[in-house]
């Protein structure tokens, strides 16, 4: 299969090199999109003795077909949890594009060591990549109004085989708010927070431990 850029390859690289650096004996949060893919296929592989906890339904089924046996938060806390970002600027992220981010962000924040696996194309100097919402069906109209208050463009995410909206793991609609650049990163996600009807934003701000970026040789490890 073709991969223009190498991009496919650099999210291989940086989704095994997490699990790599995985210990025996730990329960890994997985994340969602087709980086954390490689490193749960990684995990499979290498056949660690861990236990995985899921962060969406695809994580999920991509563990169930590595072979990673599951728990939940229920049952163990989370040494480690590796995830993909849409956009990474110094330690802070956007998430969302596979609308999974609502359980990204707690399995990712429980965790004692949150490994961000990207590739070069995800990098920015400032986040400016429109932040998903997710937000409960009935309120969708009141939060797009609020969103637009804060100065934000909302569109409501379109499902791609299916007609009408994504609605996502938790049965719930998304809108992608673009704010263009994010100087105060911190100040919008409380903002955002804030508005009665939301479920959860895409910005995960200070949570990141470590980001690890595949190149076309090897993977920019970045302890923060
Ligand atoms: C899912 C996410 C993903 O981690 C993010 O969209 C990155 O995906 P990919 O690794 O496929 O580029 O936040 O909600």
Do not use: W
């Amino acid at each position: 299969m073709k991969d223009p850029g190498g991009r496919e390859d650099a999210k291989r690289r940086a989704g095994e090199a997490a699990a790599e650096a995985v210990e025996d004996g730990t329960v890994v949060g997985l994340g969602t999109g087709s980086t954390a893919a490689h490193a749960i296929r990684a995990l499979g592989e290498r056949g660690v003795d861990v236990e995985g906890v899921p962060t969406s339904y695809q994580s999920l089924q991509l563990a169930i077909d590595a072979g990673v046996p599951l728990t939940s938060l229920a049952e163990a806390s989370v040494d480690v949890a590796i995830d993909g970002a849409d956009q990474v600027a110094g330690g802070d992220l956007v998430k969302g594009g596979g609308a999974a981010h609502a359980r990204e962000k707690y399995v990712d924040a429980s965790a004692d060591r949150f490994v961000v696996v990207a590739d070069p194309s995800k990098e920015a100097d400032a986040l400016d990549h429109p932040v998903p919402v997710e937000v409960l069906p009935d309120a969708e109209p009141v939060v797009a109004e609020r969103v637009r208050g804060l100065g934000g463009d909302p569109a409501l995410r379109a499902a791609e085989r299916k007609d009408g909206p994504v609605v996502t793991d938790n049965g719930n609609l998304v809108l992608d708010c673009a704010f263009g650049r994010v100087d105060d990163p911190g100040g919008l996600a409380a903002s955002l927070s804030g508005i009665p009807g939301v479920v959860e934003h895409g910005l995960f701000v200070g949570l990141a431990d470590a980001v690890y970026v595949g190149t076309a040789d090897g993977v920019r490890v970045t302890e923060l």
